[in-house]
Every structure is written in C-alpha cells, then in structure tokens.
C-alpha cells in the first residue's frame, strides 16, 4: 500500500517542498518554488540523497535527504555552504 508524505521549508527566500511516496518502491520528488527540480526511487526503507540548486546567484547547490522508513518518513536539507542540515515539517495537503 502507498502512501503520500509531503515535507517543506523556506530557505534563502526560496521554497522547498518534498512529497514521499512510499511503498514498495519509494519515490521522492523535490519542489524548489513549485517547480520539480529533483527526482529520485529507492528500494525498501532506504534513505536517499537528491542533489539540487536553488536559483540564487550564483546557484546554491543543497541536497534533500529522504527517508522513508522504517515508520514516518522524514526529510532534511542539507546545505554545503554551511553543513547544517535543516529538519523540513511534514506539510497535510
């Protein structure tokens, strides 16, 4: 059975929004400002990292680290200027 998470966060001025869908094979799908700019599968529970650039300039390269399992799935972005990740809330819609 699959089932729809959806994840978001503002950072730089720019929004970030995941939506994991989970099941037998995951699929992760990354939003920068409502457009996809990441796409990633993955077998069972295991994490995936998706590389993306938001449109500052110069571009700001950060990841999205998705997990989607075992239990709730959780996203981070992870920054490579200032190595922090950042928890992204789960989002109802």
Same mark, same amino acid.
């Given at each position: 059975?699959?089932? %729809?998470?959806?994840?978001?966060?503002?950072? #730089?001025?720019?929004?970030?929004?995941?939506? $994991?869908?989970?099941?037998? +094979? &995951?699929?992760?799908?990354?939003?920068?400002?409502?457009?996809?700019?990441?796409?990633?599968?993955?077998?069972?529970? %295991?994490?995936?990292?998706?590389?993306?650039? #938001?449109?500052?300039?110069?571009?700001?390269? $950060?990841?999205?680290?998705? +997990? &989607?399992?075992?239990?709730?799935?959780?996203?981070?972005?992870?920054?490579?200027?200032?190595?922090?990740?950042?928890?992204?809330?789960?989002?109802?819609?």
């Amino acid at each position: 059975m699959s089932r %729809r998470h959806h994840f978001h966060i503002d950072y #730089l001025g720019h929004s970030v929004s995941v939506t $994991v869908q989970t099941g037998h +094979t &995951s699929v992760v799908e990354v939003l920068v400002d409502g457009k996809e700019t990441g796409h990633a599968t993955t077998k069972d529970d %295991r994490p995936v990292t998706v590389p993306i650039e #938001l449109p500052t300039d110069p571009p700001t390269a $950060v990841y999205v680290r998705a +997990t &989607s399992g075992p239990g709730v799935p959780r996203c981070l972005l992870l920054a490579a200027a200032d190595g922090e990740p950042h928890v992204m809330a789960p989002r109802l819609y």
